[in-house]
């Protein structure tokens, strides 16, 4: 028998270089491919749940309405027995009808934080807002005296502001002459105290285009609202158009396009939920929230944030 030597060829344990190379671009193709499609996936569902969200607090608004002759809650109620914002704060009055304060957090918010009884308010006060009256944030009515000014709609680029009349639908009330939200507006706004904010919220009736009037939207660091305690989002006053005013609350968080620049101010624009006076639910940029139209009286108003005609 031939002991003659057959060499056999060596197993191949792995890959080569090129084809791990080749195998790393395939993969970081497809990521390219895929990544886009999954973030759009998730903003999707985001939109979703904060427009599902921002309907269930219109939809414990016009419960609560209809057990109380047919009017909007308090945006905020003070009282010296509140330990924090969310005692005082409309939310709070819908949670018979909502039974879940996981409604009242934007899934676009930073701010999860739970409510924690007697200590902090969490994320609530920074998600979601209901239009107030205008008395609560000016402490007097809506008039040619008292408009709210920005540049964002027709002076792009300008050096006037726009003034125009904001009156929204949730007032403001002090039990005892407590003025926690008040008490802030001759630092922050320029404004009458507690006593002179005070205003009833609106009933279905009065809000003259149930339609187009905005009752609940998603909004950045609105904070209950108009209240003059957080200087970043406090509307522009005709007093005072000059910093730290120049913030929109009303961001729009399902798209957020950043901080564009309006006649010198910059604004946080983006496209977000709202919830109007009769229920239906609309995503709006921030641009069109801040239309401003002539009303029949002659009056130029913020069309979606003016209720009295």
Same mark, same amino acid.
């Given at each position: 028998?031939s002991?003659?030597?057959? @060499?056999?060829?060596?197993?191949?344990?792995?890959f080569?270089?090129?084809?791990?190379?080749?195998?790393?671009?395939?993969?970081?193709?497809?990521?390219?491919? +895929?990544?886009?499609?999954?973030?759009?996936?998730?903003?999707?569902?985001? %939109?979703?749940?904060?427009?599902?969200?921002?309907?269930?607090?219109?939809?414990?608004?016009?419960q609560?309405?209809?057990?109380? $002759?047919?009017?909007?809650?308090?945006?905020?109620?003070?009282?010296?027995?509140?330990?924090?914002?969310?005692?005082?704060?409309?939310?709070?009055? +819908?949670?018979?009808y909502?039974? /879940?304060?996981?409604?009242? =957090?934007?899934?676009?918010a930073?701010?999860q934080?739970?409510?924690?009884?007697?200590?902090?308010?969490?994320?609530?006060?920074?998600?979601?807002?209901? +239009?107030p009256?205008?008395?609560w944030?000016?402490?007097?009515?809506?008039?040619?005296?008292? %408009?709210?000014?920005?540049?964002?709609?027709? /002076?792009?680029?300008?050096?006037?502001?726009?003034?125009?009349?904001?009156?929204?639908?949730?007032?403001?009330?002090?039990?005892?002459?407590?003025? =926690?939200?008040?008490?802030?507006?001759?630092?922050?706004?320029?404004?009458?105290?507690?006593?002179?904010?005070?205003?009833?919220? @609106?009933?279905?009736?009065?809000?003259?285009?149930?339609?187009?009037?905005?009752?609940?939207?998603?909004? =950045?660091?609105f904070? +209950?609202?108009?209240?003059?305690? /957080?200087?970043?989002?406090?509307?522009?006053?005709?007093? $005072?158009?000059?910093?730290? =005013?120049?913030?929109?609350?009303?961001?729009?968080?399902?798209?957020?396009?950043?901080?564009?620049?309006?006649?010198?101010v910059?604004?946080?624009?983006?496209?977000?939920?709202?919830?109007?006076?009769?229920?239906?639910?609309?995503?709006?940029?921030?641009?069109?929230?801040? %239309?401003?139209?002539?009303?029949?009286?002659?009056?130029?108003?913020?069309?979606?944030?003016?209720?009295?005609?």
């Amino acid at each position: 028998m031939s002991h003659g030597a057959s @060499r056999l060829a060596p197993k191949r344990s792995g890959f080569t270089l090129i084809e791990l190379l080749v195998v790393i671009a395939i993969i970081a193709i497809l990521a390219a491919i +895929l990544f886009p499609v999954f973030a759009q996936a998730r903003d999707k569902a985001r %939109q979703s749940s904060s427009a599902s969200n921002v309907r269930q607090l219109a939809l414990g608004q016009m419960q609560y309405a209809q057990d109380y $002759d047919e009017v909007f809650p308090f945006v905020c109620v003070d009282s010296a027995s509140d330990a924090i914002d969310y005692d005082s704060a409309w939310q709070k009055s +819908l949670m018979p009808y909502l039974k /879940n304060t996981r409604i009242c =957090y934007s899934p676009n918010a930073s701010d999860q934080a739970e409510v924690v009884a007697g200590s902090t308010s969490g994320g609530i006060p920074k998600s979601y807002a209901m +239009l107030p009256r205008w008395r609560w944030f000016a402490g007097q009515d809506a008039s040619a005296s008292s %408009q709210w000014q920005t540049k964002i709609k027709t /002076n792009i680029g300008g050096t006037d502001f726009d003034k125009a009349y904001m009156d929204g639908i949730g007032g403001y009330n002090s039990v005892g002459g407590s003025d =926690y939200f008040g008490s802030a507006g001759a630092a922050f706004c320029g404004t009458p105290a507690a006593a002179q904010r005070v205003c009833a919220s @609106r009933s279905m009736a009065e809000v003259a285009r149930p339609s187009e009037t905005a009752l609940i939207l998603e909004a =950045y660091q609105f904070d +209950l609202g108009f209240s003059c305690r /957080n200087r970043t989002p406090a509307p522009i006053d005709t007093t $005072d158009p000059a910093a730290p =005013y120049g913030s929109m609350p009303f961001a729009g968080r399902f798209s957020f396009v950043g901080k564009q620049d309006f006649g010198g101010v910059k604004y946080e624009i983006g496209t977000g939920p709202i919830a109007f006076a009769d229920g239906h639910v609309k995503a709006m940029r921030t641009e069109q929230l801040f %239309q401003i139209a002539t009303m029949p009286s002659g009056i130029k108003a913020y069309k979606y944030m003016y209720a009295g005609e």
